[in-house]
């Protein structure tokens, strides 16, 4: 049985699949297993995947390319590696992000060393010229780490987190959309595990890419961002409330994260409909915002907004 087995979701990558292989294979861990999901990607991806595995062949025996037979998303392609890896350790990365060569043997370490079943690393953001770490971590205790989820005051990124094969055995509801899917389903196994470890070490790269379908702003792109980010949102609560003993803070730290995912409606809440959306979806979030721990011009300007002074 490997030690860890990667995940990597393929969809349109084919300018970035090479770079992320790359990573890959250079680890400084030998016992690995990557699992390859091409969610009927329709360009070269795969292709250039393949030219690339050839180069490196000490890893070719631990290398799976899952194919999908339609493009099923995100969620789902992480599903289908998920169920096709047999390592001690899961985790995920993106094909249009990279790693350091030695991320995931120092996570590993870190998880034998403290018996831990789940381990976070720091990440950096960059658009392949300028980067900014992410080394922080507010508490490595397991529900203050869901609330600082959930407040966002903590990534929820899969790709950071490596997970003990053992958390996805438990009860977890998969998302189906794309949109917050990665905080949807990271916050369930968080749930579930018994310790966490971080490592302040930014061995993630997380490529932002400006030409990503999130960053466009049309009246359709927007709405269909915000009912999958409502969906995952529903998951979360759902889960929360069968599984947690629901206290004051875990209430306000979803009805803040109510708050934060339906803000991704701002861009179009100039238009009635869209405004009465987004003062609606979530029942009785209004009154409580002036308790959420916001900046206090995000308050006024919620304010502005609920109050139709502000219109953008």
């Not at 096709?84 to 030695?102: A, H, M, R």
């Not at 010229?129 to 990534?155: A, D, G, M, R, W």
């Not at 997970?163 to 905080?183: A, H, S, T």
Request: charged share 25%; proline share 4%.
């Amino acid at each position: 049985m490997p030690k860890v087995s990667v995940v990597v979701p393929i969809y349109k990558v084919e300018k970035y699949i090479a770079r992320c292989a790359r990573s890959l294979f250079e680890q400084s861990l030998n016992d690995m297993e990557f699992v390859f999901v091409d969610d009927c990607t329709p360009d070269n991806s795969i292709n250039i995947l393949k030219s690339v595995i050839a180069q490196y062949p000490n890893r070719e025996n631990q290398i799976k390319i899952v194919q999908h037979t339609e493009n099923k998303g995100l969620p789902m392609a992480r599903k289908s590696g998920i169920s096709n890896t047999t390592g001690d350790f899961i985790i995920q990365c993106d094909s249009d992000d990279w790693v350091d060569k030695k991320m995931y043997e120092t996570m590993y370490n870190e998880a034998i060393k403290n018996k831990a079943d789940v381990v976070v690393c720091g990440y950096q953001v960059t658009d392949g010229e300028h980067f900014t770490p992410y080394v922080n971590c507010q508490s490595i205790e397991k529900e203050l780490f869901i609330q600082n989820c959930l407040f966002q005051k903590e990534s929820a990124s899969l790709c950071s987190k490596l997970f003990k094969r053992e958390l996805f055995q438990n009860e977890i509801v998969y998302p189906i959309y794309g949109m917050g899917e990665d905080i949807a389903l990271c916050l369930q196994l968080i749930y579930f595990c018994k310790k966490i470890c971080f490592i302040p070490k930014p061995f993630y790269y997380y490529f932002s890419n400006q030409n990503s379908i999130s960053k466009h702003n049309s009246v359709e792109s927007v709405v269909s961002r915000f009912e999958q980010a409502y969906d995952n949102v529903l998951i979360l609560e759902r889960f929360f409330r069968q599984n947690f003993v629901m206290g004051k803070n875990m209430e306000l730290s979803l009805d803040c994260f109510k708050h934060k995912q339906r803000d991704l409606l701002l861009p179009v809440i100039s238009q009635k409909e869209y405004f009465k959306l987004w003062k609606t979806c979530f029942k009785g979030i209004n009154r409580k915002v002036v308790f959420m721990p916001l900046s206090l011009k995000d308050k006024m300007f919620f304010l502005l907004r609920i109050t139709r002074i502000f219109k953008s």
